[in-house]
């Protein structure tokens, strides 16, 4: 988890990352973000994260990333 | 018949297709068929003439919706010029720009209400304007008197001064282009294009002009759908959208997650990129995944509406080749000139030297809005004409042509760069943190492997504290990705910023495999 919101940190120190649950309904990550995101989770944790689990849903909150994340490791 | 009034486009198509959906925001959103539009514009037109809105500058602060576009045009039935706000743009940019453009009236929707009021100008919201009555008269007076010359928008782009440039254009300019891109690209009534394109910048027009001159039908996609690929590809197939003028790095995404390969958007026809360098591996992907589509390459300079340059992918590249730009549009003129000045043709099998590029036609915009200094830098008399006063625009791109005889972009004479077809003066940026008193020196620079911003400075303020600041005056895409603080910034021997010592760091900064 404190690596997510590390990464999540370093691409918008603005925000409390930690306790943001509007990530992309606010629209604080943009397209670019979410693509930088996504290689530095798989490079981070070691996963491949598939297109289909690139949804909103997944992203909108460190909690949610996280728990994409824990589902990518158990595949 | 003759045509000095991009209106008259969409009255001769809403004749022709009045139940016909011109544009929409899909998924049962908002949808305007032509007829609507034309008495949306109407409407919104009357009702800004009864607010003195003939010749005024006019801006518009609304989300993406076909109502917006029915804004734009109303103002333009009033004889008056839109500027376009969003809701993305920070307070102080926005305050600059409608100060700098001389606003005297917004119109709003009800989710920009309260940013809108806080501007100090009269505001109107758009429904009140879609319920007036239409006042044949006074619209026809406004189209009696108005010439092709006369100004219909204003865009602004990234100024190296550090403020933003606003550019003005003409019904005349956007007739042209108009008449010269839509043969280009094969659009027809049967086209379907779905719109990436924020609507404050000229990219947008390739839809709009489509739309409403040949009947093709627009859909506006939603903005966090570029984030999410299979949001994008459900959306341009339940649409069966057949076109997309997009920035490459809209195509990027979908390519780059793993989406192309696995869910093809095969609904798409003709395939439109430009603003950016498209990497090649990603072009290669693109032609093979959609082999019945037609691909182009545009490139042009909002000074010059819209696009320029067009080339129709119909033969295969060679591996290490550059997609060119190919050839100006119809009525439009590249002059290629050496640094001597001198003009430079194209060689039969072999490539040119390289050259800048200038444009002569009527895509030459009128000029900056109110900033006479860099109107003159920019548009200048024709190099090559010394008998009548001639001009052209001055771009600052770099090209050569090829052995095929197409141009081929090579860069910028300058520093400026490009983030997700938007451009960027550094300068801008370096302008604002010396905004803060406590900052003595700041060098921006662009690492293009990653396509993020990285800024340097020397100063007291936190660099937490400086990222606040700048977000208050910069655009989102402006923002640098790392800002990094220093005792001092490096010069060269000659005692000008190092930019390409600080590049090298950034560089390292942002390829290296850092603990998180």
Known sequence: MEIVINLLKRLHPEIDAANA????????????????LIMELNEAFEISIPVEEILPTNFNSAEAIFALVERMQDC | MRIKNILQYLEATAARLPDKTAFSDGNGGEALSFSALLSATRRIGSSLLSRGGQGARIAVFMDRHPSTIAAMLGVIAAGGCYVVLDASMP??????????????????????????????????DIETLRAAEIDETALALVRTRQIDTDPIYMVFTSGSTGRPKGVVACHRSVIDYAEALLPALGVSQASVFGCQSPLYFDAPLKEILSTLVAGATTYLIPRTAFAFPMQLLTYLREQQINTVCWVVSAFLQ????????????????????????????????????????????????????????????????????????????????????????????????????????????????????????????AFVQNPLNDAYPE?????????????????????????????????????????????????AQACCVYVAEVRALVLFYAGSEAADTLRAALGEVLAPYMMPRSIIQKQSLPKTANGKMNRRELLAEAVALLLKKEPI
Request: glycine share 10%.
């Open chain 2, 91 to 124: 307070e102080a940019r926005i305050i600059d720009i409608v100060a700098r453009a001389g606003v005297s009236l917004v119109i709003c929707d009800a989710k920009n209400a309260a940013r809108a009021q806080g501007l100090s100008l009269p505001v109107v």
């Open chain 2, 254 to 377: 979908i390519s780059a997650l793993g989406a192309l390969e696995k869910y093809p958007p095969t609904t798409l026809k003709t395939v439109v990129f430009g603003s950016e360098v498209f990497p090649r591996s990603h072009y290669d992907r693109w032609r093979a995944a959609l082999p019945d589509a037609v691909f182009y390459q545009l490139y042009g300079p909002t000074e010059a509406t819209g696009m320029s340059c067009v080339w129709r992918a119909d033969r295969a590249l060679e591996p290490d080749e550059k997609i060119p730009i190919g050839a100006p549009l119809d009525n439009t003129d590249v002059l290629l000139l050496s640094e001597g000045g001198t003009r430079i043709l194209p060689r039969d099998g072999e490539s040119s030297e390289a050259g800048e590029i200038y444009l002569r036609g009527s895509c030459v915009t009128l000029g900056y809005d109110h900033a006479q200094e860099e109107t003159a830098a």
């Open chain 1, 21 to 36: 649950y509007g990530l992309v309904d606010d629209g604080i990550l943009t397209s670019l973000d979410v693509v930088t």
């Open chain 2, 391 to 439: 001009t052209v625009y001055r771009t600052g791109d770099m090209a050569q042509y090829n052995g095929h005889g197409e141009l081929i972009f090579l860069g910028r004479r300058d520093a400026q760069i490009k983030i997700q077809g938007h451009r960027v003066e550094p300068g801008e940026i370096e302008a604002a943190a010396m905004r803060c008193d406590t900052i």
